[in-house]
């Protein structure tokens, strides 16, 4: 019956079981059913449900106590000021943005200067999805050092905020454990999303000194071969001509100058 209940929850926060039929195309008395728990819904008509109301299928199933917790704190029920200070200010941060960050879910081929290599180009790939009311990210950079040949391989688990027209993404360097990523978007004005741009600020892969760089995101798709876009990424000289030259073009030739935070942090005796 957990599964009612939470559909019960969820027309609550509506203005009537009648509206919500009409808006995700449901027979009002198929709908019944479901709130009665007479039947539950079909696959189909579970993913018009959770798109509706912005939730995961496997939310609806929670148990109907944890389910109400989880959507009473996303309906401002439960004050984002309470619990610990630090809690506070995460929630205030990251305060859940998945109806206004729905437009920019799914998988991009990023683009940076790279720090490490002077005239490359640092390809990765990041993928925004949306996780318990949240927007969550997901980094892979995979590189050949074009001297050495050594491969780097970086994982980067992170959350995404809008905040004053623009999207704040902080990753944690998750497979290292010993960096943490921020990057600024800002968001296009155009109803269709292809290319974001920004910057980025971080750590070099070799001298781990800080370092900042415009970055490109180029949106690839919401549902893709994986293995194929993990092949795209990499180092690319940018005389290669393997990156977009638009792409080039809003990099500019070289990252942001060196003084700006790329600096000796060795101790001078």
Same mark, same amino acid.
């Given at each position: 019956?957990?599964?009612?209940?939470?559909?019960?929850?969820?027309?609550?926060?509506?203005?009537?079981i009648?509206?919500v039929?009409?808006?995700?195309?449901?027979?009002r008395?198929?709908?019944?059913?479901?709130?009665?728990?007479?039947?539950?819904p079909?696959?189909?008509?579970?993913?018009?449900?959770?798109?509706?109301?912005?939730?995961? $299928?496997?939310?609806?199933?929670?148990p109907? /106590?944890e389910?109400?917790d989880?959507?009473?704190?996303?309906?401002?029920?439960?004050?984002? /000021?309470?619990g @610990?200070?630090?809690?506070?200010?995460? *929630?205030?941060?990251? @305060?859940?943005? *998945?109806k206004?960050?729905s437009?920019?879910?799914?998988?991009y081929?990023?683009?940076?200067?790279?720090?490490?290599?002077?005239?490359?180009?640092?390809?990765?790939?990041?993928?925004?999805?949306?996780?318990?009311?949240?927007?969550?990210?997901?980094?892979?950079?995979?590189?050949?050092? $074009?001297?050495?040949?050594?491969?780097?391989?970086s994982?980067?688990?992170?959350?995404?905020?809008?905040?004053?027209?623009?999207?704040?993404?902080?990753?944690?360097?998750?497979?290292?454990?010993?960096?943490?990523?921020?990057?600024?978007?800002?968001?296009?004005?155009?109803?269709?999303?292809?290319?974001?741009?920004?910057?980025?600020f971080?750590?070099?892969?070799?001298?781990?000194?800080?370092?900042?760089?415009r970055?490109?995101?180029?949106?690839?798709?919401?549902?893709?071969?994986?293995?194929?876009?993990?092949?795209?990424?990499g180092?690319?000289?940018?005389?290669?001509? *393997?990156?977009? $030259?638009?792409v080039?073009?809003?990099?500019?030739d070289?990252?942001? @100058?060196?003084?700006?935070?790329?600096? /000796?942090?060795? @101790?001078?005796?």
């Amino acid at each position: 019956m957990d599964i009612a209940q939470n559909l019960k929850l969820l027309c609550s926060f509506e203005k009537s079981i009648s509206q919500v039929c009409r808006a995700i195309g449901i027979n009002r008395q198929q709908f019944s059913k479901y709130l009665s728990g007479a039947s539950q819904p079909s696959a189909y008509n579970l993913n018009q449900i959770c798109d509706h109301f912005s939730i995961r $299928p496997a939310d609806l199933f929670l148990p109907a /106590d944890e389910f109400a917790d989880r959507m009473e704190y996303r309906a401002g029920k439960v004050s984002r /000021d309470s619990g @610990p200070v630090s809690d506070q200010l995460f *929630r205030r941060a990251f @305060p859940g943005d *998945r109806k206004a960050l729905s437009r920019y879910l799914g998988y991009y081929i990023t683009h940076c200067h790279s720090f490490s290599w002077d005239g490359y180009v640092l390809r990765a790939i990041t993928h925004l999805y949306e996780r318990d009311g949240l927007v969550c990210s997901k980094t892979i950079e995979r590189t050949h050092d $074009p001297e050495e040949g050594a491969l780097y391989l970086s994982k980067y688990d992170g959350q995404v905020s809008l905040l004053g027209n623009r999207i704040f993404l902080m990753e944690y360097q998750s497979l290292a454990d010993d960096a943490i990523v921020e990057t600024v978007l800002y968001p296009s004005p155009r109803s269709q999303v292809t290319l974001l741009r920004g910057v980025t600020f971080g750590l070099s892969s070799k001298q781990r000194h800080p370092y900042v760089s415009r970055c490109v995101w180029k949106y690839i798709g919401s549902n893709i071969d994986i293995r194929t876009a993990l092949n795209s990424t990499g180092l690319f000289s940018v005389d290669s001509g *393997r990156i977009d $030259p638009k792409v080039l073009r809003i990099l500019g030739d070289r990252p942001f @100058p060196n003084e700006l935070l790329h600096y /000796d942090l060795e @101790p001078h005796h």
